[in-house]
């Protein structure tokens, strides 16, 4: 290189790891540094019914923090909902995927700040139904169990004559994991 040259050269990385990282270059005995700051973003997840009924509406709450020492931009949340969970809102303008079956927001976090989102969906199946929300690699999930109430009918005298007493029996059972 002829002298007073200067030549640029590019690297360009990907960010696996959260705090501050820095990245030296060394040529001979000089050293020149760049720092760079990733916020680490932790998602929670909550539900306001741990044990719905069937057909029942529950609600869940996504808080999204920014555990960094600077903003977060275009922060990707992603809640995938079980099968078992029929998808009726989201708060904040989330986008649902009827294939996927998963709710997405993108948004800002500010340093040391949380951010909370809702998805409201109807439990249509029985037993465990499991959500969970991704930030990147950090995942939360929380279940819900719906319990299985199975109703059955009997009749005492199944071909009665008119004026006959006829008793019927309900018996209702709860082939589920929970109380209901």
């Known amino acids: 290189m002829a002298k007073g040259e200067s030549q640029t050269f590019y690297v360009t990385a990907v960010a696996e790891a959260y705090g501050v990282l820095s990245n030296n270059v060394f040529v001979g005995d000089k050293i020149a540094s760049a720092v760079v700051t990733v ?3 932790i998602p929670a997840k909550s539900v306001d019914v741990e044990n719905p009924n069937f057909g029942d509406t529950v609600t869940y709450t996504v808080v999204v923090t ?3 020492v600077v903003d977060a931009k275009q922060v990707v949340v992603v809640d995938h909902l079980d099968k078992g969970l029929k998808y009726v809102s989201s708060s ?3 986008v649902y995927d ?3 079956h998963t709710v997405t ?3 800002d ?3 040391g700040s949380s951010f909370d989102l809702t998805v409201t969906a109807v439990a249509d199946e ?3 139904l499991t959500n969970d929300v991704t930030v990147g690699d950090k995942r939360a999930s929380v279940d819900v169990t719906v319990p299985e109430i199975i109703p059955a009918k009997s009749v005492d005298v199944e071909n009665p004559n008119f004026n006959d007493e006829i008793t019927y029996t309900v018996t209702v ?3 589920g994991v929970v109380d209901a």
């Open 98 to 100: 009827e294939v996927a």
């Open 92 to 94: 904040h303008n989330g």
């Open 66 to 68: 920014n555990n960094g």
């Open 105 to 107: 927001w993108v948004v």
């Open 39 to 41: 916020p680490e973003i």
């Open 109 to 111: 976090i500010g340093a």
């Open 126 to 128: 029985y037993g465990v």
């Open 173 to 175: 059972t709860n082939n």
